[in-house]
């Protein structure tokens, strides 16, 4: 396999500019933001305009996928969260798990809005929410989830929802569902990689194969274990990322015509085991 160099992933269709104008054109309507993250990579699965965009209201954040992240490593990023003065709780939009904590701290977070509602002779007033997060980081999941009866439309590819969308989710609590937004570029490519790694960016715009091998050096540093175990190889710490994927194709027998390795059909395994969990809990940042 050739040698690579590194791919400066970037991604903002028209559509994800247009999202930006309806957040900021809704966040009249909602007293609050729910703001879903994957749990994988807390930090780069965030939008960093959304501070400026969100403003002071009141936020809730959602450590997504939380079954295939490390849960030491999610652990501290709660703390991390809290102590920067939000709300934040580990969940897994998929089958529920920690979501009944939401509504709670829903009411903590929006506890000055209750009480105003309240002053005002306005109480159970509806809860709004604005559901906000980068691309496949499980918004949809959550909603449907959440609302039971109220469906979003979801699947597990980037850049599904594309306008906004109200659910009632009960126990006095509505969420506006909003498409996944990015931001114009990557100022860090390593957020670009870790971003395209889980999934947020469309594999269409990427080399798959040149990904998969800059994921396998990365877990080869951190976590070797995980690559050897799952694909029944050994010694990978010091290899590059194609010799990995050249062991991986042939020890599951990906070969074309004339024994030749099959790379490509190795990296969309590679990129979906990984995805999926089944190198097991894997968190690719931690907290500075």
Same mark, same amino acid.
């Given at each position: 396999?050739?040698?690579?160099?590194? #791919?400066? $992933? #970037?991604?903002?269709?028209?559509?994800?500019?247009?999202?930006?104008?309806?957040?900021?054109?809704?966040?009249?309507?909602?007293?609050?933001?729910?703001?879903?993250?994957?749990?994988?990579?807390?930090?780069?699965?965030?939008?960093?305009?959304? +501070?400026?965009?969100?403003?002071?209201?009141?936020?809730?954040?959602?450590?997504?996928?939380?079954?295939? !992240?490390?849960?030491? !490593?999610?652990?501290?990023?709660?703390?991390? *969260?809290?102590?920067?003065?939000?709300?934040?709780?580990?969940?897994?939009?998929?089958?529920?798990? /920690?979501?009944?904590? *939401? +509504?709670?701290?829903?009411?903590k977070a929006l506890a000055d809005v209750i009480?105003?509602?309240?002053?005002?002779?306005?109480?159970?007033?509806?809860?709004? @929410?604005?559901?906000? =997060?980068?691309?496949?980081?499980?918004?949809?999941?959550?909603?449907?989830?959440?609302?039971?009866?109220?469906? !979003?439309?979801? !699947?597990?590819?980037? =850049?599904?929802?594309?306008?906004?969308?109200?659910?009632?989710?009960?126990?006095?609590?509505? @969420?506006? +569902?909003?498409?996944?937004?990015?931001?114009?570029? *990557?100022?860090?490519?390593?957020?670009?990689?870790?971003?395209?790694?889980?999934?947020?960016?469309?594999?269409?715009?990427?080399?798959?194969?040149?990904? $998969?091998?800059?994921?396998?050096?990365?877990?080869?540093?951190?976590?070797? /274990?995980?690559?050897?175990?799952?694909?029944?190889?050994?010694?990978?710490?010091?290899?590059?990322?194609?010799?990995?994927?050249?062991?991986?194709?042939?020890?599951?027998? *990906? @070969?074309?015509? /004339?024994?030749?390795?099959?790379?490509?059909?190795?990296?969309?395994?590679?990129?979906?085991?990984?995805?999926?969990?089944?190198?097991?809990?894997?968190? @690719?940042?931690?907290? #500075?």
């Open positions: 396999m050739p040698d690579y160099v590194k #791919q400066n $992933v #970037q991604w903002f269709p028209g559509h994800m500019a247009k999202t930006r104008r309806q957040i900021k054109e809704s966040l009249s309507l909602v007293d609050g933001v729910v703001e879903i993250v994957d749990a994988r990579v807390p930090m780069s699965s965030r939008n960093p305009e959304l +501070d400026d965009i969100v403003s002071k209201k009141p936020r809730v954040i959602l450590l997504n996928k939380c079954d295939v !992240a490390d849960a030491n !490593a999610t652990a501290m990023w709660l703390k991390y *969260f809290e102590n920067k003065g939000h709300y934040a709780i580990a969940v897994d939009c998929r089958t529920g798990k /920690g979501l009944n904590k *939401f +509504d709670t701290i829903v009411k009480a105003r509602n309240e002053s005002k002779g306005m109480a159970g007033k509806p809860l709004r @929410l604005m559901v906000v =997060g980068i691309p496949n980081t499980g918004k949809s999941s959550f909603i449907n989830r959440m609302g039971k009866n109220s469906k !979003a439309k979801v !699947a597990d590819k980037a =850049g599904v929802t594309r306008q906004n969308q109200w659910f009632n989710v009960g126990n006095g609590i509505e @969420l506006l +569902d909003t498409p996944g937004v990015l931001w114009p570029k *990557f100022d860090d490519p390593e957020v670009g990689d870790k971003l395209a790694f889980i999934g947020s960016v469309k594999d269409e715009i990427t080399d798959r194969e040149t990904l $998969v091998c800059r994921l396998l050096e990365a877990l080869a540093k951190t976590r070797p /274990g995980s690559i050897e175990e799952r694909y029944k190889i050994s010694g990978v710490e010091h290899l590059q990322g194609w010799e990995i994927l050249e062991m991986i194709g042939k020890k599951r027998g *990906f @070969l074309i015509k /004339g024994g030749e390795i099959d790379y490509e059909r190795a990296a969309v395994i590679v990129a979906d085991e990984f995805r999926g969990g089944k190198l097991g809990r894997i968190t @690719l940042e931690l907290p #500075q």
